[in-house]
C-alpha cells in the first residue's frame, strides 16, 4: 500500500468525529487540526524550483518527504521527476515526493509515470478544499455535533478566516479570502496555459509534453478547484466573516470578469450576500452585517461601481442595485452617515433606477438562463420566452450543488427590491404604460411616426424583472415561492401586494410575462393551490368564486381557450409547411401574439394542475370549463407547433396520478378522447398518420421536435406504471392499469398497436439519424421514446396466468363459456406487442436499445452528450432488459404455449404472434460483449439506479439456465467452466467489473439501519434523487453471492469470479490470495471479511476489542446492521461447506483472518442491537433472566441466524481440525465455548480430549459461553402490535394451511398468490 492523501485523510476524521464523542477522541482531532493549519495556509501553493535540488535528482539521491534517510533513483525515476517539475514548474524534490508516491501505489511493478503524480496532486487539492468546505459548513450548522466538539470546529474554522497568511508571488500578508481569489485568477492563467498546450498536444505523453488525454484531466479538475474557491468566498461571505478589503477585492474583481468566466456566477453570488444588508429569513433576529456601516467600505465600493469600466454592464447594474439596498439600509439606521460619501447620489432611489434601467433585472435573468439549468420547467420556460441559450456548450455553469446558492441570492435581491422600493417599481411601470400608448397612439395617428424615438424611449424592466422570478422559480425546490402567496397575513410584507398589483397589468407583452412568473411560482402542492385560488378570485383578495372575470382569471382564460377552438372547428385550416420558430403555425388563424400567450396561460395551467391535486379534480370536473376536451379540441386542428407542445404537456398533467380511481378513470376517459382525435391515426383506415406527417413535413426540415417529443411524453403520461415492485414480481395490482382493453376496437385492431408504431417506428428506430438544432431536445426524444417502452412492460400484468386453469379442457371452456375472455387484457396490452418486438429473431428494436447500451457507458463517462437525458434513456434501457427478463417466464412457459395450443382463445389477435421467438438468453448468448458492458454500469457511481439494475440483470443471467451451464472451453483452465465465466474471464473490462461490484459491497460501512430494503423502485428514472439505495445495492449483491454459492450450485460460476478464486487450478490446490501481498488484488470475499471483522480483534489481547472500537467508532457488523451481517455470515459458512470452495475457504480463514476463535469470542450471547432499531422497534425481546432487549423481529432473527452461521462454521472447523490433527487450534476453540471466561491463552499441557473429558469443571462452576447460548434461546417474543380478531367474510372457506410455504431463511409463511 502507497502512502495515503494526507487530506484525505484529514476528512475521513473529521467526518467519523461526530460519532466519536470521547474528549480523547475530539482532543486528537484538534491536534490534527492544528498540525494541518500551516498546509491550509498555504492552499495551492508550489514549492519554485531549485537548481540544487535539480542536481540532486539528476545525481540520483535526495532526501524525501522530510526524512532523514538519502533514497537512491534509478534514471527512469529521474526522467520523470525533471519532466514533472517542468510541466509544473516548481520544485524537483517536491516532484520527486509525487513519483514516490505512485510508485509505491503501483502494485504491478510497473514504472509510475508523471500522469499519475499529477492526478494525485490535484486529488490532494480536492480532498484539500473538501476538508476546507467541511469545517466552514460545519461551523455555520453544527448539528449533530457535541457542544465541545462545536466549539473546536468553530474557533478552528474562524482562525483560518481571520489569521494572516502569505499571499504567494510576493503580495506580502493578507486572510485566506484573499488568497482564494488570487489562486482563482493564477488557476485561471493554468487553464489558459493548458488550453494553449492541448491545440497541438500528442494523443500520448512524450519525453517533452503531456498528451492530450492528461491535459483534458488536468483542465477539468482545474476548473472544479476554481469552482470550489469560488464556492468557498461565498461560505465566507455568507458567515458575515469576509473583512472590508475581502469584499472591495470581490467586486472589483468582478468589474474585470469576462462574459465566459464561470466563476462570475460564485462571486457574483458572494457578493450579494456581502452586500445584503437584511438578516436571513431563517434567522431573523440575527445582529447586522458588521460592516453595516462602515463608511470607508462605502467609499471604495462606489469607487469600484463608479470609477471602474466594468466589462459587462449588466453585471455592474446587478451589483450596483444590491448596492443601493445597502445604502438604504444605512440610510435608515443612521440618516448622518455621510463622511466624504461625495460619490454617491443623494436620492437612493436614483441609485436603484439607474441600477435598473441599465437592464440589471435582464441581465440576471440572462444569467440564469446562461447557466444551464437543470430543471425541466426552465428549459422550457427558455424556449418559451425566445431566450437563446447554448445547451450545446461544454461549460456547464455551475456545480450542482451550488446552484440553490445562486438562485437563492438573487431570490433575495428580487424580494428585497419588491419589499423595499415597491413605489419605485410602480412609478417605473407607470412610465412604460405611458410611453407604450403615447406609441401606439401615434402609430395610429401617423404611420410614419419615427419607431426610431419609440424604441430608444420604450422600456421593458417590468417585463424583465417578472421573467427574472419566472426563471428563478422554475429551478427552486416546490413551494419555495410560499411566501409571495401568504405574505398578506404579515401587513408589511409587500409580495402579496407586489402579486396583486401584477394581475392589473394590460399589456399583451406584460400578461405573458405575468402568466410565466405566475405559473414558476406555482410549483410545488402548496403553491399550486394558493395561485388556483389567487386565479378563482381573479388577482382580487376579495372577487368572488371561479367565475371572476379579469385577464388574470381562470373563467376569462378558459373561455379564451373555447373561443379558438370554435374558430378553428369553423375555418378549419388546412396543414401547411411553414418556417419553423415564432411564425410558424397557419396563415390567418393564430397569431404569434396569441400563441405566445396561450402557451404562458398552459404553462401556468400546467403546473397548477400537477402539483394540485384538489385544483386538478376541480379544473378537469369543472363543466363550464369543459378544460380536457377543449384542449383536445384544438390539438386537433393544424396550430402552430410549439402551441401544440404546450397543449400535449398541459394534458399530461391532468395525467398525474392522485391515487384516487376516480383519477384513473379519467385517464381512461382521455385516452378514449385521444383515440377520438386522430392524432395518431386517421379514422377512414388509410393508414394515413397526422403526427407522422408533422414529424418528417413540419419538425425534420428544421431540426426542431417540440410537438413529437410532447405528445410521446403524452403518452407516458397516460400510462400508469406500479411504483414499487419486489426482485420477484411480475403482476400489477389492476388499480393502476389506464389503458382501455377494447380501445379503438370499432376502427381497428384494438389496443395501441397504432401509438406503438408511431414511437418504435418513426421516433425511436429513426432517432439516430435525424438531424437536430438543440442537442438537450435530441436526446430528450430519445428518453421520452424509450419511456414509453418501459412503462408498456412496467405495466404489463401477467400475474392473473397465476390462477388460470392452463389445460387444454379449461382453455377449451374459456372459449365455449360465452363470456369475457380473460386474454383480452393480456393480448390487448402494449406489454405483448413489445415483448413480442423485443424476443422476436430479427428485432430492430432490440438492436437498437442494446446499441445504445453498448456505447451509453462511454458516452456517459466522458460526457459526449452533454444531457442529463442520455443517462436517463441508458438507465431506462437496462430496466427495460431487467423487465424482459422478468416477464419472459411466464410469457414464453405460459402466455404463449396457451395461444398456441387454443387458436381460438387468441381469436383476432393470433396473427400478431411471431413464430421465431425466444429468451432474451439465447440473444446475450450470441452477442457475448454486451454483457460484460451491462455489468460494466455498476462502476456508475454517480448513478445508484443504474448501478442497481446492472447488479439485478447480472444476477438474473446468472440463474438462467442459458448461462449456468458448465460447458465452455478457455484456454488455460484444466476444466470446462460456467458460461457466464468463460465470457467475462476472457473480457479486458473484467478487472473493472470485479472492483465495481467490491466497491458496492463497501458503501457506507457505518450505515446503521438494521433493515435492507427488499422492494426496489420499478421507475428506477424517476426515483427521487436523494434517496439512499445503498441498501438495496448492498443486499443485490450479496443475494447474487449467496444464491450462487449455494451446496450443489455449478462451480465455478459468477460468484467465485467475484470472490477472487483462482479459476484456473483445482479446488485441492486453490490458495486465496493475500490482497497486502505484492500484485494482490481485492476481491468480494475480502471486503466482506473487512466488513465483518470491524469491531472484533484479533485475540492477542483480551482488552483489545474495547480498544479498536473507540479508535474506529464502529461497533461490530452484527451490531450495527444484524440484517446484512447475517448474509455476510451466511456466505462465509456456503463458502466453507461448497465442495468448490471449502478448502481454499476454510484454511484462509484460519491462517490469513484468525476467523473462528475471534468471532466466537465477540459474539454475545443476547442480541444487541443499534439504537435506531431500539428507537423505532416492533417489540420486546424477554429473554429467561427478565433481560428486555428492544428489536425489531427482523433485525432479532437476523442475529439468530447468523450466529447459528458462526457456530455451524467453528462447528465445521472443529471437524477439519481433528481430521488434520491440529490439536493446538482446536483446543483453542473448545476453550472459547467451554471455558468460564471469554478467552483464555492457549494450555499445552490439556489436550483437545482432556479438555472436553478430564477437564471439565466442576458442577457448581458455570460453563459460560455454551451455557448462555443455550439459556439465550430461552426467550419471548412481545410484539408491539397487539392482534385483533378479524371475522373472515369473503376468505371464511379458504384453507389458509395450503398457501403454507417455506421462505428463504426456512420459517413457515403464508404464500398467498394474488
Not at 472459547?1232 to 489436550?1247: E, G
Request: proline content about 6%.
Amino acid at each position: 500500500m502507497g502512502r495515503p492523501l494526507y487530506f484525505e485523510e484529514l476528512l475521513n476524521s473529521l467526518r467519523a468525529a461526530p460519532s466519536n464523542t470521547s474528549r480523547d477522541a475530539e482532543q486528537n482531532l484538534y491536534y490534527e487540526l492544528e498540525k494541518a493549519k500551516p498546509k491550509f495556509f498555504q492552499l495551492f501553493d508550489l514549492p519554485p524550483r531549485n537548481a540544487k535540488e535539480k542536481q540532486d535528482i539528476e545525481a540520483g539521491v535526495a532526501k524525501l518527504h522530510g526524512q532523514s534517510t538519502v533514497s537512491h533513483f534509478n534514471q527512469t525515476f529521474k526522467n520523470e521527476t525533471l519532466f514533472l517539475a517542468q510541466q509544473l514548474n516548481c520544485s524537483e524534490l517536491f516532484c520527486a515526493g509525487l513519483i514516490d508516491d505512485v510508485a509505491v501505489l503501483d502494485k504491478f511493478g510497473r514504472r509510475a509515470k508523471a500522469e499519475d503524480a499529477v492526478a494525485r496532486l490535484h486529488d490532494e487539492r480536492v480532498f484539500l478544499l473538501a476538508c476546507l468546505r467541511y469545517l466552514f459548513e460545519t461551523a455555520m450548522n453544527p448539528t449533530g455535533l457535541t457542544p465541545r466538539l462545536a466549539t473546536i470546529i468553530r474557533k478552528y474554522a474562524l482562525e483560518l478566516i481571520s489569521s494572516p497568511c502569505d499571499l504567494g508571488d510576493g503580495k506580502g500578508k493578507g486572510r485566506l479570502g484573499e488568497k482564494m481569489l488570487l489562486d482563482v485568477d493564477r488557476l485561471s492563467k493554468a487553464m489558459e496555459t493548458i488550453q494553449t498546450a492541448l491545440v497541438n498536444a500528442p494523443t500520448a505523453t512524450t519525453a517533452t509534453s503531456f498528451g492530450e488525454s492528461i491535459l483534458r484531466v488536468r483542465l477539468d479538475r482545474v476548473r472544479y478547484e476554481r469552482r470550489q474557491l469560488g464556492h468557498l468566498l461565498f461560505i465566507f461571505t455568507a458567515a458575515r466573516e469576509m473583512d472590508r478589503s475581502g469584499v472591495v477585492s470581490l467586486v472589483r474583481w468582478l468589474s474585470s470578469a469576462k462574459p465566459s468566466d464561470d466563476l462570475v456566477y460564485y462571486i457574483l453570488t458572494a457578493v450579494l450576500s456581502a452586500l445584503n444588508p437584511t438578516p436571513e429569513p431563517e434567522n431573523p433576529d440575527a445582529p447586522p452585517p458588521p460592516l453595516l456601516g462602515d463608511a470607508t467600505l462605502m467609499v471604495q465600493i462606489n469607487s469600484a461601481l463608479e470609477q471602474v469600466q466594468w466589462a459587462m454592464p449588466g453585471l455592474k447594474a446587478c451589483v450596483k442595485l444590491q448596492w443601493s439596498l445597502w445604502v438604504l439600509e444605512v440610510r435608515r439606521s443612521d440618516p448622518h452617515v455621510q463622511g466624504d460619501l461625495t460619490g454617491i447620489e443623494k436620492d437612493v432611489e436614483e441609485l436603484a433606477v439607474s441600477a435598473i434601467k441599465a437592464d440589471a433585472f435582464k441581465f440576471a435573468k440572462d444569467l440564469v438562463v446562461r447557466s444551464k439549468p437543470t430543471s425541466q420547467d426552465t428549459a422550457d420556460l427558455i424556449h418559451e420566452i425566445g431566450a437563446t441559450a447554448d445547451f450545446n456548450s461544454e461549460d456547464e455553469g455551475m456545480d450542482a450543488d451550488f446552484r440553490p446558492y445562486f438562485l437563492l441570492q438573487l431570490d433575495t435581491l428580487v424580494q428585497s427590491v419588491i419589499s423595499r422600493m415597491s413605489p419605485t417599481l410602480r412609478r417605473l411601470r407607470t412610465k412604460e404604460d405611458d410611453v407604450e400608448y403615447a406609441a401606439s397612439r401615434a402609430m395610429r395617428l401617423s404611420m410614419a411616426a419615427s419607431t426610431t424615438l419609440d424604441a430608444a424611449n420604450r422600456r421593458n424592466d417590468t417585463e424583465a424583472l417578472f421573467r427574472l422570478i419566472a426563471v428563478i422559480f422554475a429551478e427552486r425546490e416546490p413551494d419555495a415561492g410560499l411566501k409571495y402567496w401568504r405574505s398578506e397575513m404579515d401587513p408589511d410584507d409587500q409580495l402579496y401586494v407586489f402579486l396583486q398589483w401584477a394581475a392589473e397589468v394590460k399589456r399583451p407583452e406584460l400578461t405573458v410575462a405575468l402568466y410565466e412568473m405566475l405559473a414558476s411560482l406555482a410549483r410545488g402542492p402548496e403553491c399550486a393551490m394558493e395561485a388556483f385560488n389567487f386565479l378563482a378570485r381573479g388577482g382580487n383578495q376579495y372577487s368572488g368564486q371561479l367565475q371572476a372575470q379579469g385577464s388574470c382569471s381562470w373563467s376569462t382564460l378558459f373561455n379564451a381557450l373555447q373561443s379558438t377552438a370554435d374558430h378553428l372547428a369553423k375555418t378549419k385550416p388546412a396543414a401547411i409547411q411553414v418556417p419553423f420558430g415564432r411564425r410558424a403555425g397557419t396563415v390567418g388563424t393564430i397569431s404569434p401574439q396569441e400563441v405566445d400567450l396561450f402557451r404562458s396561460f398552459l404553462r401556468l395551467l400546467r403546473n397548477v394542475v400537477r402539483y394540485s391535486a384538489p385544483a386538478r379534480e376541480v379544473i378537469r370536473d369543472h363543466q363550464s370549463f369543459n378544460a380536457i376536451q377543449t384542449l383536445f379540441e384544438i390539438v386537433r386542428y393544424t396550430v402552430p407547433l410549439e402551441l401544440k407542445a404546450a397543449l400535449y404537456q398541459t394534458l399530461a398533467a391532468f395525467a398525474e396520478r392522485d391515487g384516487k380511481l376516480k383519477g384513473i378513470e379519467a385517464v381512461r376517459n382521455m385516452w378514449s378522447i385521444l383515440e377520438r382525435t386522430e392524432v395518431v391515426r386517421d379514422a377512414d383506415g388509410s393508414g394515413f398518420n397526422p403526427a407522422s406527417y408533422e414529424l418528417e413535413q413540419a419538425e425534420s426540415p428544421f431540426k426542431q421536435y417540440p410537438a413529437t417529443v410532447a405528445l410521446v411524453e403524452l403518452f407516458n403520461a397516460l400510462i400508469y406504471a406500479p411504483t414499487q415492485l419486489t426482485s420477484a414480481q411480475y403482476s400489477v395490482a389492476s388499480d393502476t392499469q389506464t389503458i382501455p382493453e377494447m380501445l379503438g376496437q370499432n376502427r381497428r385492431i384494438p389496443g395501441l398497436g397504432p401509438y406503438i408504431d408511431f414511437v418504435v417506428n418513426d421516433v425511436l428506430l429513426k432517432w439516430e439519424s435525424r438531424g437536430f438544432q438543440f442537442n438537450d431536445q435530441k436526446y430528450r426524444m430519445l428518453d421520452a421514446s424509450i419511456t414509453f417502452v418501459e412503462k408498456c412492460l412496467a405495466s404489463y400484468d401477467l400475474g392473473s396466468l397465476r390462477t388460470m386453469d392452463m389445460s387444454p379442457g379449461g382453455l377449451s371452456s374459456l372459449v365455449n363459456a360465452g363470456t369475457a375472455n380473460p386474454f383480452t387484457s393480456l393480448l390487448t396490452h402494449p406489454g405483448f406487442d413489445l415483448l413480442c418486438r423485443l424476443l422476436v429473431g430479427q428485432s430492430p428494436l432490440r438492436q437498437h436499445l442494446f446499441n445504445i447500451l453498448r456505447d451509453g457507458y462511454d458516452a456517459i463517462e466522458k460526457n459526449v452528450a452533454k444531457s442529463h437525458y442520455l443517462n436517463r434513456a441508458v438507465r431506462r434501457v437496462l430496466h427495460i432488459v431487467r423487465r424482459v427478463l422478468e416477464l419472459e417466464v411466464p410469457f414464453l412457459g405460459t402466455l404463449l404455449p396457451a395461444l398456441s395450443s387454443n387458436p381460438a382463445v387468441a381469436g383476432v389477435f393470433g396473427g400478431r404472434i411471431p413464430r421465431d421467438i425466444a429468451p432474451l438468453e439465447d440473444y446475450l448468448l450470441l452477442t457475448p460483449d454486451l454483457v460484460p458492458q451491462i455489468a460494466m454500469y455498476v462502476n456508475r457511481q454517480e448513478d445508484q439506479g443504474a448501478m442497481l439494475l446492472a447488479v439485478d440483470i447480472i444476477s438474473l443471467i446468472s440463474d438462467s439456465s442459458a448461462f449456468n451451464v458448465v460447458d465452455s472451453a478457455v484456454p488455460g483452465f484444466g476444466r470446462r467452466i460456467n458460461r457466464l465465466v468463460a465470457i467475462l474471464y476472457r473480457h479486458q473490462s473484467t478487472p473493472s467489473i470485479i472492483e465495481g461490484f467490491v466497491r458496492l459491497l463497501q458503501l457506507d460501512p457505518d450505515l446503521t439501519s438494521p433493515e435492507v430494503e427488499e422492494s426496489i423502485s420499478e421507475n428506477v428514472p424517476e426515483e427521487d434523487p436523494a434517496t439512499d439505495l445503498t441498501n438495496s445495492l448492498r443486499s443485490s449483491v450479496m443475494s447474487l453471492l449467496l444464491r450462487n454459492t449455494l451446496p450443489g450450485r455449478p462451480a465455478p460460476n459468477l460468484a467465485h469470479l467475484l470472490l477472487g478464486f483462482p479459476l484456473r487450478v483445482a479446488p485441492s490446490e486453490m490458495t486465496i490470495q493475500d490482497p497486502e501481498s505484492l500484485g494482490g488484488s481485492r476481491s468480494c470475499l475480502h471486503t466482506v471479511l473487512d466488513l465483518v471483522n470491524v469491531g472484533v480483534p484479533r485475540l492477542n489481547n483480551p482488552s483489545q476489542r474495547t480498544e479498536e472500537q473507540v479508535d474506529t467508532g464502529f461497533p461490530p457488523l452484527f451490531e450495527r446492521n444484524p440484517v446484512f451481517a447475517e448474509q455476510c455470515y451466511r456466505l462465509l459458512y456456503q463458502l466453507s461447506v461448497h465442495d468448490f470452495t471449502c478448502t481454499p475457504t476454510v484454511r484462509y480463514l484460519r491462517t490469513r483472518e484468525d476467523f473462528f476463535a475471534r468471532h466466537l469470542a465477540a459474539l454475545p450471547a443476547k442480541a444487541t442491537l443499534p439504537p435506531s432499531a431500539a428507537e423505532s422497534s416492533g417489540g420486546v425481546t424477554v429473554y429467561g433472566d427478565q433481560t428486555k432487549v428492544p428489536a425489531t423481529s427482523k433485525a432479532l432473527s437476523a442475529f439468530l441466524r447468523l450466529r447459528a452461521a458462526l457456530l455451524e462454521c467453528v462447528a465445521l472447523e472443529l471437524h477439519v481440525l481433528r481430521e488434520t490433527k491440529q490439536p493446538q487450534r482446536m483446543t483453542r476453540l473448545l476453550q472459547l465455548l467451554f471455558d468460564t471466561t471469554n478467552y483464555v491463552p492457549f494450555k499445552p499441557a490439556l489436550s483437545a480430549l482432556d479438555s472436553v473429558m478430564g477437564g471439565l469443571p466442576a458442577p457448581a462452576q458455570p460453563l459460560v459461553r455454551i451455557l448462555e447460548i443455550f439459556e439465550s434461546l430461552d426467550f419471548e417474543w412481545v410484539d408491539s402490535i397487539a392482534r385483533q380478531p378479524v371475522e373472515l367474510m369473503i376468505y371464511q372457506d379458504a384453507n389458509f394451511d395450503a398457501c403454507l410455504d417455506v421462505d428463504d431463511d426456512g420459517c413457515l409463511v403464508y404464500s398467498v398468490p394474488l
